[in-house]
């Protein structure tokens, strides 16, 4: 080197070529002490065999990505990785280190919170079940005293009912209206809420007797609810298809008795079949015989989805009693030309494959 410039520069190429390995050594350092105390000691911590085994093997295991090993072996007896690979390993090895360990640190803590979460759930739905249940009640309780007083005063004199002055309210007048506005005002147009009362409507065996035989006639039980029934329908959009699709999961139950199957299809087949709930309007207000036959609006044409129910009677593999209720609804002199139109050949087909 000749002239000064050649030293000065070859002063700045070699200090230039220094910073870079120190800082490659810098990034290294910790990457080799990362290998020595994370990869080698959770590696070797796992090695409970006699027979030694393979890092690799053990890495897959625990879910480790081997470029971890590799670069471990390159760090320690090759020669040194290069920056961007010593940055790229950094970033991933933090990564999985978070997702490994440190996320899982409150696992415990939040699986009490979960638990503690489910259980105010169900004792929520446990009390909002009981909430129903008085409800329900206290309407079979009006309604069985009004039909003694009824009765009685039937008995004393025929025209005392008509004599009796009308209230200005109609609602104050009718349990059933009263009890729905209740249940209209605890479910709030939540589905949820309505499949709840669903649930104790039908799975407590509120709507049918617990200690019905076989062959027992239902007629009063069908006088007692139906007016409840009709007016949640006519409030509450989905409450008929989710009592429908209850009923029906009921009657493919075995794990209930067969007299209570045998009233849940009996319960279906008056909803769908029976004249008072064939005529009831969709409208509460007015009779629907003031209105044309044209203009007429039926709460089962608005609210049924017969379709929903037929493939919910279908599904998985119809029981005895929803075969008896989409017989009856083929036969139907209403029904029966549609769903035999759009089901007769999946019926005809379950029946020779299923039975």
């Known amino acids: 080197m000749e002239y000064p410039i050649d030293i000065l520069h070859f002063v700045r ?5 220094c910073l870079l390995l120190a800082i490659r050594c810098s990034l290294a350092a910790p990457t080799t002490n990362h290998s020595d105390r994370f990869v080698t000691g959770l590696l070797d911590s796992e090695q409970k065999l006699r027979t030694k085994r393979s890092m690799n093997s053990i890495a897959q295991e625990l879910g480790m990505p081997l ?6 072996h390159q760090v320690t007896h090759e020669d040194m990785p290069s920056l961007a690979i010593l940055r790229h390993a950094t970033q991933r090895s933090l990564t999985w280190l978070w997702d490994y360990y440190w996320r899982r640190l409150d696992q415990p803590l939040r699986k009490a919170e979960e638990g503690a979460e489910e ?9 909002l079940r009981e909430h129903f249940r008085d409800i329900l009640r206290r309407f079979v309780r009006q309604e069985i005293e009004a039909t003694k007083d009824q009765a009685t005063a039937t008995s004393v004199a025929g025209t005392t009912r008509s004599k009796r002055k009308k209230s200005a309210n109609p609602s104050t007048d009718d349990p059933a209206l ?11 147009g939540k589905e949820g809420m309505l499949q709840e009362l669903v649930a104790v409507l039908v799975e407590e065996k509120i709507m049918i007797p617990a200690a019905r035989k076989l062959d027992d006639p239902m007629d009063r039980i069908f006088s007692l609810w139906d007016t409840l029934l009709q007016h949640l329908t006519r409030h509450q959009s989905p409450f008929l298809n989710l009592l429908a699709r209850e009923l029906i999961l009921q009657t493919n139950s ?4 067969v007299p209570y199957c045998e009233a849940a299809q009996l319960w279906l087949l008056h909803i769908f079949t029976n004249k008072s709930w064939r005529t009831a309007p969709l409208s509460s207000l007015g009779s ?7 203009s007429q609006r039926y709460l089962l044409d608005r609210r049924l989805d017969l379709n929903g129910v037929i493939a919910s009677c ?3 593999r119809p029981s005895l009693y929803n075969r008896k209720v989409i017989q009856s609804l083929m036969e139907d002199e209403v029904y029966g030309a549609q769903i035999k139109n759009d089901w007769g050949d999946i019926v ?5 494959w299923m039975f």
């Open 288 to 294: 629907q015989s003031t209105l044309s036959h044209s």
């Open 67 to 72: 470029a971890y090993v590799d670069l471990r």
């Open 178 to 188: 009263q009890t729905c506005q209740k249940l209209i005002g605890v479910c709030r």
């Open 314 to 316: 279908m599904a998985p």
């Open 348 to 352: 005809d087909v379950a029946e020779k």
């Open 119 to 127: 259980v105010a759930f169900r004792e929520s739905v446990a009390k």
């Open 254 to 257: 075995s794990s209930l008795d």
């Open 13 to 17: 190429q070699a200090s230039y070529h």
